[in-house]
């Protein structure tokens, strides 16, 4: 293989890599660091990287080449279970430096894996169910907030995955779950839908979003982080409001 073409492959696999691990869950200071440690263990001397949650930015010199990269970053969904592949993977290339046919098939290995979906099922349950019970919640409540919590991991995988604008989503689920919280209390199901709801909501809270962005601007990625927190404020207001459209749509059973 020609030596501009092995590195280009070589850049394009490190970017693709890190957009990979941006997408589920990575921090951005993280990301930019594997691009320049991939680089480096195949014999990179400068590596400019610039990424933001959205959008990776790459100037990598080589010995006798210089090779441009940049990447688009959406979709992202938090899976740390992939996550912790994609760093192993990190780390065995900078151990053994494969040829580029072995990082990509690797690559491709790890995204198809898919958490079992029963599992990833029960965290809905519990995540939910839980924190209804911590806050006060009654068995009955605990009972529906654990059906909704069902009812929202279908609805991710069924709808989420399709490429559905995140805030319009959130909103329209956030909704449905308001709604189904208050027909629960009218029907006599649950007992107190202020304490089901509180379970739920933490279904769509965009913790890790917010925490990132706070570790960003501490670490002074100034635009990274704010970029981040406006993306976990705007979730926020969908969440807040669709459970007051919920609330305008049905409020009145409950009076």
Known sequence: MPEQIFYERIVRDAM??????????????????????????????????FAITSYMFATIRFRSHT??????????????????E????????CRERPEPDIIESRMAAIEKMR???????????????????????????????????MIVFFCDRLIKRRGINKL??????CTAVGCLAILSVSLGIGTDMDKIIIGDIMLFIPTLTLCNSIKDMLHGDIFTGVYSFIDALLVTLMIALGFYIAELLLGGMLT
Do not use: W
């Not at 993280?30 to 590596?47: F, I, W």
């Not at 090779?67 to 912790?84: F, H, Y």
């Not at 994609?86 to 290339?93: G, M, Q, V």
């Open 86 to 93: 994609y760093n192993d993977l990190s780390r065995f290339i």
């Open 16 to 49: 693709e890599l890190a957009c990979r691990m941006m997408k589920c869950g990575a921090e951005v200071r993280n990301v930019e660091k594997t691009v320049e440690r991939l680089c480096t263990a195949y014999g990179a001397s400068e590596c400019s990287v």
């Open 168 to 173: 319009i989503y959130t909103m329209l689920m």
């Open 115 to 149: 958490p079992p979906v029963l599992l990833h099922m029960l965290g809905y349950i519990l995540g939910a169910g839980s924190l209804t019970v911590l806050v006060g919640g009654s068995l009955f409540d605990f009972l529906v907030s654990a059906a909704i919590g």
């Open 67 to 84: 090779v441009n990269c940049s990447k688009r970053i959406s979709g992202a969904v938090t899976a740390l279970d992939r996550l912790e």
